[in-house]
């Protein structure tokens, strides 16, 4: 009413409390302020630089692995000297009887055996041989003759590691899962201190360099460091004076 004075409570604004928010970068893709938001991690010293020159040593693809490695095993046209090599061989004997899950469970033991030969120690328990029946049978039971799309289930088959698990994922269904650690890239990693302390088993290898090394990298990295391996980076030996390394090595003054 006119003249009267109002009673209704007086509303006084209030206080905001600005909170920060901080936001996980997804998918290596960067916002405004991701720089500022970016978790400080560990990396090797200067080895952007050693896999600049690495490039430049496998610039020529001339080593076993880029000839005969997981994705051209077909190729017979070198001697059986390393791994790759007689891999390569077993499988070129393999491919001749037809290479399927059915031939594979058609085929006795000894003969199997002589078709991988000298892969493995196909004699004792738990041999190569035994395992590729075992892994042939559960292919047939299970994936209609395929194999698994996932690591999980690479690693839940006989005599599969790690290693051939993730070089099956890129090989086999064209996807990066992980990075592919033998005992090229297991000791190059440990000379060239790519690991925060020195790593025992691939395995170890393999989850301390997935801890820093940019996830775009990690298909590259098998094939480059194991031909590395195969041609200067020796186990015994190594040609420290033909590596463009030589300066930056760890290791290079104590082998």
Excluded at 182 to 208: A, F, G, M, Q, Y
Aim: hydrophobic fraction near 35%; glycine fraction near 8%.
């Amino acid at each position: 009413m006119e003249g009267r004075e109002s009673h209704r409570p007086v509303r006084h604004p209030r206080k905001t409390q600005k909170v920060h928010v901080s936001y996980e970068v997804a998918n290596g893709e960067e916002g405004k302020d991701a720089e500022s938001l970016r978790v400080p991690v560990w990396e090797p010293q200067n080895w952007q630089q050693q896999l600049a020159n690495i490039r430049i040593m496998r610039s020529k693809k001339d080593a076993p692995v880029d000839q005969l490695g997981a994705e051209q095993c077909y190729d017979a046209s070198a001697p059986p000297k390393t791994k790759d090599q007689v891999t390569a061989g077993a499988m070129q004997r393999l491919r001749a009887r037809g290479l399927t899950v059915e031939s594979i469970l058609q085929t006795d033991d000894d003969t199997l055996g002589r078709l991988i030969y000298p892969v493995g120690f196909w004699r004792n328990p738990g041999s190569k041989v035994k395992f590729i029946k075992q892994t042939s049978a559960i292919l047939q039971q299970r994936y209609e003759g395929d194999i698994p799309a996932s690591v999980a289930e690479l690693v839940a088959l006989p005599g599969v590691g790690p290693k051939m698990a993730h070089l099956a994922m890129a090989v086999a269904w064209g996807t990066v899962s992980g990075i592919a650690v033998d005992t090229h890239v297991h000791r190059i990693s440990n000379r060239l201190r790519w690991t925060k302390k020195t790593t025992k088993t691939p395995e170890e290898t393999r989850k301390n360099l997935e801890e820093w090394l940019p996830r775009v990298l990690w298909g590259e990295i098998n094939g480059l460091l194991v031909g590395f391996g195969q041609q200067i980076c020796l186990p015994v030996h190594p040609r420290c004076q033909a590596c463009l390394n030589k300066a930056l090595c760890p290791s290079a003054q104590d082998l």
